[in-house]
């Protein structure tokens, strides 16, 4: 199931959490994966697991912020594994959690050159090689893009995420509407809190500044999740593999919600 045999893909910020663990995945069901990243340790660590287990993988230093070290990582993909089928748009930030009032416009279009300027200019990119190939596969291209919960829904001190994942959620759908002659779907996924490095960042802090600290953060959000646990990173991953796979053949424009519950509510 899900098998995503001969088929080549680049993941944005897969040195590590959910785009580690989706690299991981898509190789094991078969596919040839180019990580990109900004973290080169972090990236040779998951590239082992990968090798290790029998899967093809390489590694592209990468700012998804640059339209031109786009280019390159699309032109590296090419030149390694001869196309593009699969983009998982996944590098992304949570930014400083602040007040309005208190967010720097630089600070604001920080986040959005990464969560949006990044997700374009992906698309954007390996658009013209996966339009040559879209049509050796039943399911065509894929191109999946991560956004959040926080892109249906709002949170305090949290504008510029729930705006740039907002926008990567209707980015998508005229995507996809645009893309579906060329028979490229372009689908995103919503996680809900999922345990990863990007979510224990602030750990440390919390400790210093709040009484019961991290572990009292990490109990509310639990409580919100009627699933009644926070998300691990392979819940993302398999949600990814399948919309990657011809088993999601006739689903484009849509938006896979990964949240136990957390918007049902
Ligand atoms: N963890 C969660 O609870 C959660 C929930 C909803 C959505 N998300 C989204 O999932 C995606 C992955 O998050 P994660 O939790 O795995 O985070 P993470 O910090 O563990 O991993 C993100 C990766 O992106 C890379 N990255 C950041 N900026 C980059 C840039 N400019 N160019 C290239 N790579 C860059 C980082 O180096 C890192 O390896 C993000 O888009 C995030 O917003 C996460």
């Known amino acids: ?6 088929k080549v893909a680049i993941i944005s910020g897969g040195a590590r959490g959910i785009g580690g663990m989706s690299a991981q995945k898509l190789a094991e069901a078969g596919a040839k994966v180019v990580i990109t990243d900004l973290r080169e340790d972090e990236a040779q660590v998951t590239l082992a697991a990968i090798k290790k287990a029998g899967g093809e993988a390489k590694f592209f230093k990468h700012d998804v912020a640059q339209e031109e070290q786009w ?32 967010l720097s416009l630089d600070s604001w279009r920080r986040l959005m050159s990464i969560n949006l300027d990044g997700v374009f200019l992906g698309m954007k990119h390996v658009i013209p090689s996966m339009k040559s190939r879209a049509h050796m596969w ?11 919960i926080m892109g249906f829904i709002g949170g305090a001190r ?10 990567v959620r209707l980015m998508t759908k005229a995507a996809a509407i645009e ?12 996680p809900g809190f999922i345990n990863t490095p990007l979510l224990r960042a602030g750990e440390q802090a919390m400790n210093q500044r709040q009484e019961g600290g991290f572990q009292k953060f990490v109990d509310d959000v639990v409580s919100r999740h009627p699933l009644g646990r926070l998300g691990e990173e392979k819940d993302i991953a398999h949600a990814v593999r399948f919309l990657a796979s011809d088993d999601s053949a006739f689903m484009t424009g849509t938006e896979v919600v ?8």
């Not at 199931?1 to 001969?6: E, F, I």
């Not at 949290?158 to 926008?167: H, L, P, Q």
């Open 71 to 102: 280019q390159a990582a699309v032109k590296f993909t090419v030149q390694s594994y001869g196309g593009v089928d699969i983009l998982l748009n996944n590098a992304g930030i949570a930014g400083a959690a602040k007040p309005l009032e208190e």
């Open 138 to 148: 039943p399911g065509g291209g894929s191109i999946i893009s991560i956004s959040s």
């Open 179 to 190: 893309l579906a002659p060329a028979k490229i779907r372009v689908n995103s996924v919503h």
């Open 1 to 6: 199931m899900n098998r995503v045999d001969g």
């Open 258 to 265: 990964v949240d136990g519950g957390y918007l049902a509510q």
């Open 158 to 167: 949290s504008a510029a995420y729930c705006a740039s994942k907002g926008g």
